[in-house]
């Protein structure tokens, strides 16, 4: 079964670059029949979508964070990676990451990393 | 972008007592596009529903989905201690993905 783990600093200064990496097991993330995603949670509070990649680099972002995100893909170390660019404290949060099935729904989720924006 | 609603945002219920969640949408969703998710505290969710009544590997089937257009409906038949924790609807459309505030089962 797939596995998903997410990697990366756990406190950013304000106004610097998050940058988590979800590192997949169990499955290829070149396979054709998924995108690969990243959510997120503010503390006490409910899910945020920030974008999707499929394994040739073609990405949706959400809107409202299009301007400040970037998400990549390494196929060969089967990994794909988050920046989120100018934080504040709004950007504190769980981030999680997901294989989706289609484009459509995350199925299958990483366990999570407390990102803490302060100074 | 397509917001959704959820209601009630707490639901008190004993256990074996039916719960019933709603998820309405501001516009039309397909019904290929809805999933449900349930999330306990300190855990990733997990994506009980998807395509409105489909349920994912390994869901006992007292998880329903049913709806279309704007409505959509999760149903719990029989509530297990195990089912009390947040739930949470989302869907996809114009290649965006966008999640419900959430409805917090809990125990009466």
């Known amino acids: 079964q797939v596995q998903l783990q997410e990697s990366g600093p756990g406190l950013v200064k304000p106004s610097e670059t998050l940058s988590l990496t979800c590192t997949v097991s169990g499955g290829s993330i070149s396979s054709s029949s998924y995108y690969w995603g990243w959510i997120r949670q503010p503390p006490g509070k409910g899910l945020e979508w920030i974008g999707s990649?499929?394994?040739?680099?073609?990405?949706l972002y959400n809107p409202s964070l299009k301007s400040r995100v970037t998400i990549s893909v390494d196929t060969s170390k089967n990994q794909f990676s988050l920046k989120v660019m100018s934080v504040t404290a709004a950007d504190t949060a769980v981030y999680y990451c997901?294989?989706?099935?289609?484009?459509?729904?995350?199925?299958?989720w990483g366990q999570g990393t407390l990102v803490t924006v302060s100074s | 972008e397509i917001v959704l609603t959820q209601s009630p945002g707490t639901l008190s219920l004993s256990p074996g007592e039916r719960a019933t969640l709603s998820c309405r949408a501001s516009q039309s969703v397909s019904s290929s596009y809805l999933a449900w998710y349930q999330q306990k505290p300190g855990q990733a969710p997990r994506l009980l529903i998807y395509?409105?009544?489909s349920r994912a590997t390994g869901i006992p089937d007292r998880f329903s989905g049913s709806g279309s257009g704007t409505d959509f409906t999760l149903t719990i038949s029989r509530l297990e201690p195990e089912d009390f924790a947040v739930y949470y609807c989302?869907?996809?459309?114009?290649?965006?993905?966008?999640f419900g505030g959430g409805t917090k089962v809990e125990i009466k």
């Open positions: 395509g409105t009544s």
């Open positions: 990649i499929y394994y040739s680099g073609s990405t």
């Open positions: 989302q869907q996809y459309g114009s290649s965006l993905l966008t």
């Open positions: 997901a294989r989706l099935r289609g484009a459509v729904a995350p199925e299958y």
